[in-house]
């Protein structure tokens, strides 16, 4: 299962980056971008959030860092 | 068995913050590397970012500058934190009560904790610039340093923090978790604002980041902000984390002595990258609507529309979070009968009132430099306390040893120095007005009196 969510986060994160892309090259304009990042995040966090929530805390999880 | 040998029995849950972290809790080089990714992809990262160009620093110094700066903090790290984490294998709060005796701690751990107030306020009033935007609510920048913006965005400030400080009274983990499962989007957002901010500049007619600064030095008077004071603030706006040694928290955990060059992807991704992305925001902005108001939550709702103000809040009250959690555990150190809470609630509450002034963020880049001059040169007690007195012939952990709770050779050797830079920050003198240059000065001041110091006092007793 959790390949699965791995899956999904990594498309949404693939969605995410290629609007930018897409933006630079010409192929989309600024606003489709929006929409497509949106979709990205939104994707994103549907697999990253059984994915990556329940991965244990790190040494540096209550640390400030600038 | 002496209390700096390990021991290999602990509970999986256990932080080991007074004793050293046994093998069985070491972690490979990899963790580090993940960690540190994320740790510097944060809220302050979108304000950073266009303030460098709201300062008037070139394209070329700010990618050549901050190159060299992120090179030497990463150095830092290695060389000067990880020998020290490893051989100990302590929190830096742990060596210092050793050293210097709980008190001093108490006292650092005070100031710490109210440095860390204002950092949560500039990432309180972060959050609430994108919480403004679909509000349409502006986000304006008195001209005086305790001047508050709009009516409107002063409440939304207010109920931004608020809603941080209650959630930072119930701890850290929640958040936490939110951070490191944002963490890889926050980078590639921050990648995407900066290739839809450079398509914006290149599309019709082409506008530089020349261009952009020229804009708003007509605007707002001629500033200077160079190559070196890019280095130096590259190098040494995570001051009290390698200098000031913070991170030997961290670090005792590694395995092996390259985990130590893991600060640098944290610093390449987001002391490089994001700085760089967010700046062209502000860039692309002064283009299109000739508005050169470093307001986090509008340059991205601008360039990438609702992930924009999701990320920039996202990363405001994840930095916000454990910032007040820390301020509050150290303003209970101060008074041991009160409540973890309470004084979380305390700390909110002041983050929350300097969130409220626009203009103290905007003066996050001279923050940074201050808070790394007040608390880096600590780290010179603990350098010099692990490398020099043994082989001077004096004692090392000092106050652990005689049982004081103030050990005068720290605290003079602080607050001297650091009092000094205090004095030239606060009253404009040379180097005061970009505090990072004290940080190394401030550094070398204190190790040198703490040498003298405990060689004078050590004989006394």
């Known amino acids: ?66 | 068995m002496s209390e700096t040998q390990s021991s290999e029995t602990h509970a999986a849950n256990e932080e080991f913050e007074r004793r050293p972290v046994p093998n069985s809790a070491l972690k490979g080089p990899g963790k580090f590397w993940g960690m540190y990714a994320g740790e510097h992809t944060a809220g302050t990262e979108f304000m950073i970012g266009p303030l460098f160009l709201a300062a008037g620093a070139s394209i070329q110094d700010l990618i050549i500058g901050l190159l060299l700066g992120n090179l030497l903090a990463t150095l830092t790290w290695r060389f000067l934190v990880t020998p020290i984490a490893m051989r100990k294998r302590l929190t830096l709060y742990y060596q210092l009560e050793r050293i210097a005796g709980g008190g001093a701690v108490k006292l650092y751990n005070f100031v710490n904790g109210i440095l860390f107030c204002f950092l949560a306020g500039a990432m309180v009033t972060v959050s609430a610039s994108a919480v403004g935007v679909p509000f349409n609510v502006a986000f304006e920048v008195p001209e005086a340093t305790f001047g508050l913006g709009s009516p409107q965005f002063t409440l939304i400030v207010l109920i931004v923090g608020a809603i941080i400080a209650a959630i930072a009274c119930k701890g850290y983990e929640m958040v936490a978790r939110v951070a490191n499962i944002a963490a890889p989007w926050m980078i590639v957002v921050f990648a995407a604002c900066g290739l839809v901010s450079y398509a914006q500049m290149k599309s019709g007619t082409p506008f530089t980041w020349d261009d952009a600064v020229r804009f708003i030095q007509e605007k707002n008077g001629v500033q200077e902000f160079g190559f070196w004071k890019i280095v130096i603030f590259g190098w040494l706006c995570n001051g009290a984390m390698h200098f000031g040694m913070a991170d030997l928290s961290i670090f005792r955990f590694a395995r092996d002595k390259s985990s130590g060059w893991a600060p640098a992807i944290g610093m390449f991704l987001g002391h490089y990258v994001a700085w760089i992305c967010a700046a062209l925001l502000l860039a692309a902005q002064i283009k299109l609507h000739q508005d050169p108001t470093a307001n986090p939550g509008m340059l991205a709702w601008r360039a990438i529309g609702w992930t924009g103000i999701v990320c920039v809040i996202i990363a405001g009250w994840t930095t916000a979070n454990p910032t007040i959690y820390r301020a509050g555990l150290a303003f209970q150190g101060i008074l041991p009968g009160s409540k973890r809470v309470v004084m979380t609630l305390v700390a909110g509450i002041v983050a929350t009132l300097a969130g409220a002034f626009p203009n103290l963020s905007g003066q996050l880049l001279n923050f940074v430099g201050l808070y790394g001059t007040v608390l880096g040169p600590m780290g010179a007690v603990i350098f010099v306390d692990f490398w020099l007195m043994k082989k001077l012939g004096l004692r090392e952990e000092y106050a652990s040893a005689s049982g004081t709770a103030f050990h005068p050779a720290v605290l003079i050797a602080w607050l001297l120095p650091v009092g000094f830079g205090l004095f030239l920050v606060f009253t404009n003198k040379t180097f005061g007005d970009f505090p990072a240059y004290l940080v190394i000065p401030c550094w070398i001041a204190c190790g040198l009196l703490y040498l003298v110091l405990s060689k004078l006092t050590q004989k006394k007793a």
């Not at chain 1, 989309?28 to 979709?39: E, G, R």
Request: proline residues 8%; negative net charge; without cysteine.
């Open chain 1, 1 to 66: 299962m959790n390949s699965v969510f791995k899956a999904i986060a990594s498309g949404g994160l693939l969605l995410t980056a290629a609007g930018p892309i897409l933006v630079l090259t010409g192929a989309i304009d600024v606003p489709t971008n929006k929409t497509v990042m949106l979709a990205g995040m939104i994707v994103w966090f549907i697999g990253a959030i059984p994915w990556l929530g329940g991965k244990p805390l790190q040494p540096a999880d209550d640390q400030v860092e600038i």
